[in-house]
Nanobody, 127 residues
Framework: QVQVVESGGGSVQTGGSLRLTCSAS????????MTWFRQAPGKEREGVSC????????YYADALKDRFTISRDNAKKRVYLQMNSLKPEDTAMYYC????????????????????WGQGTQVTVSS
């Protein structure tokens, strides 16, 4: 059974940092690209970042690439999202998922390409 669990969320002030962790089990982790998404209240889920199975390819939403960094540790079956200079508009539930193409090719930013979603971890940024 595939299980994906996000952790590391919390409440921070504007300008603060958080590091999210996604732990996966029950799948051949090193064969999957992994994605991070977020969903703010009343908004659609949006793609944040994608990392290929080998970490060779990294992709970010344009508005986030200067502040967010994705990484992974295949030995530990974990994906990380380092978020710096956080803003109130970053407030959202953050989700991790496995992507259908191991090199992040295709529209990784669309939630329809990812599966095995976790329950999410809440990030709240106050001004």
């Amino acid at each position: 059974q595939v299980q994906v669990v996000e952790s590391g969320g919390g409440s921070v002030q504007t300008g603060g940092s958080l590091r999210l962790t996604c732990s996966a089990s029950g799948l051949s982790f090193d064969e999957y690209a992994m994605t991070w998404f977020r969903q703010a209240p009343g908004k659609e889920r949006e793609g944040v970042s994608c990392i290929s199975a080998s970490s060779a390819f990294l992709y970010y939403a344009d508005a986030l690439k200067d502040r967010f960094t994705i990484s992974r540790d295949n030995a530990k079956k974990r994906v990380y999202l380092q978020m710096n200079s956080l803003k109130p508009e970053d407030t959202a539930m953050y989700y991790c998922a496995a992507y259908g193409y191991n090199d992040c090719s295709g529209p990784w930013w669309s939630e329809h390409g990812s599966s095995h979603w976790g329950q999410g971890t809440q990030v709240t940024v106050s001004s």
